[in-house]
């Protein structure tokens, strides 16, 4: 029986009981409860039933690629930031492969551990005696600062690795800027990654300490066609025109490191992260023409201006002086569509976050930008100095974020993401 059903049939007895009188309502209640004692459920069973119809979409842990970078995006979002706090390289690996372990079994699903009463329980247990898959990923990534004197990894450092490029209009808080170690965590109910992020903490502790972090989530799909892309929140369709995924030979052009670089990065990627924060408050008094013009498609559909479909080529070539798409709006400077160009898409994972009220008691609301691609310099960095005369750096500051680098997957139970590091 759905929630919906069940909450009718619940209404349609309490209308019987009134009519019926009090009679009837013992009667019933002495039926009811007979009945529970002849049939009562294992609630954990119980609870895995439920699971299994709702919350057990899964993905792979192992692969030559790590889960959360060509996966679909899910609803909930958490990135979590880190400092190595290990005083050697064997507390570091240690630590890396205990983090892989503990992924590798809330990715897929597992019971809840029961211990005696006086041990620490072993699961924080607020998803109840089962711990549902819920489409989980968990993205692991390196900054720079890994690579430093402390472990002796410099040899292994991916070529285009960096600290975050400071571009002028940015405003980047040293406290949420850079960090060791970048953990993804994605799934579709945010109680899953408030889970994950709490059982991944123990096993981080000793080994890396939070630096900071940030919550995202995606608009729900309110739009009549399932693959329309969901808005930002200035209200725009956002992730129109990304690469398309499951083309390999793309992906092997614009997001997979490529054969130069140290054997470590083979089957990794160059992973983005802005926080941006959009000052809703000025936004929302623009009006609506110049707000379309600013991006360079119609709020309500997410077609590019003088088309009728989102998905619609803005046909740039047509329109040379900029008479229906301005020569500065966002998507003709973020995607020029030529083919000099071609070669600096990204492939963009963005996330809305909302942080409550500041000092000022404005909004703290912007998009937690993620975005994957073969090598920062020549293609974020890139659209982003583009993207620098666009007029609508005047409702948006880049508060936060780094780069970091996504090694390959887990090749098996066995192995461990990261485990690159420690070869020889």
């Excluded at 799934?187 to 919550?215: C, I, K, N, Y």
């Excluded at 200035?234 to 083309?247: E, L, M, S």
């Excluded at 998905?311 to 709006?329: M, Q, S, V, W």
């Excluded at 100095?385 to 780069?403: A, C, F, K, N």
Aim: aromatic share 8%; with cysteine; net charge negative.
């Amino acid at each position: 029986m759905s929630p919906v059903d069940r909450r009718r049939f619940l209404k349609g007895s309490l209308a019987t009981l009134g009519a019926g009188g009090a009679g009837a309502a013992v009667a019933l209640g002495s039926n009811a409860s007979a009945h529970a004692s002849a049939a009562s459920p294992d609630l954990s069973t119980e609870s895995l039933r439920v699971d299994q119809r709702e919350l057990m979409v899964r993905y792979p842990f192992d692969g030559e690629h790590q889960a959360g970078i060509l996966t679909p995006r899910q609803l909930q979002a958490a990135m979590v930031s880190l400092d190595s706090i290990a005083q050697t390289p064997t507390q570091l690996f240690l630590g890396l492969q205990q983090l892989s372990v503990r992924i590798r079994q809330l990715t897929q699903g597992t019971s809840v551990g029961v211990e005696e009463i006086d041990d620490p329980p072993p699961d924080s247990g607020i998803l109840g005696p089962y711990d549902a898959p819920d489409s989980l990923t968990v993205t692991l990534a390196f900054g720079a600062t890994l690579f430093d004197h402390r472990y002796g990894l410099a040899s292994k450092k991916p070529r285009h690795l960096t600290a975050m490029r400071a571009f002028p209009l940015d405003r980047l808080d040293p406290s949420r800027t850079g960090g060791d170690l970048l953990v993804q965590v994605c799934a579709g109910q945010r109680d899953t990654v408030v889970h994950t992020v709490r059982e991944l903490m123990r096993v981080m502790a000793g080994t890396f300490t939070p630096r900071w972090s940030l919550d995202g989530f995606q608009a729900a799909q309110r739009n009549a066609n399932p693959h329309a892309s969901t808005r930002n929140l200035f209200a725009f369709r956002d992730g129109t025109a990304n690469p398309d995924v499951t083309d390999d030979a793309l992906m092997r052009q614009l997001v997979w490191a490529d054969a130069d670089e140290p054997a470590f990065a083979s089957g990794g990627t160059y992973m983005v992260v802005r926080a941006i924060r959009q000052h809703v408050e000025f936004w929302d008094r623009v009006g609506m023409l110049e707000q379309e013009q600013m991006i360079g498609r119609y709020r309500v559909s997410g077609a590019p201006l003088g088309g009728t479909t989102e998905f619609e080529n803005p046909d740039y070539p047509e329109d040379p002086e900029g008479k229906r798409i301005p020569l500065n709006a966002h998507i003709r400077l973020a995607n020029p569509r030529t083919a000099q160009t071609a070669e600096q898409r990204i492939l963009r994972r963005p996330y809305n976050y909302n942080r409550g009220f500041d000092e000022a008691g404005d909004q703290d609301q912007g998009m937690l930008f993620v975005a994957f691609n073969q090598d920062p310099k020549r293609q974020f960095e890139q659209i982003q100095l583009r993207l620098e005369s666009e007029p609508m750096t005047d409702y948006i500051t880049p508060v936060g974020g780094g780069y970091f680098f996504a090694p390959r997957g887990a090749a098996s139970p066995a192995d461990w993401v990261g485990s690159g590091l420690a070869r020889a």
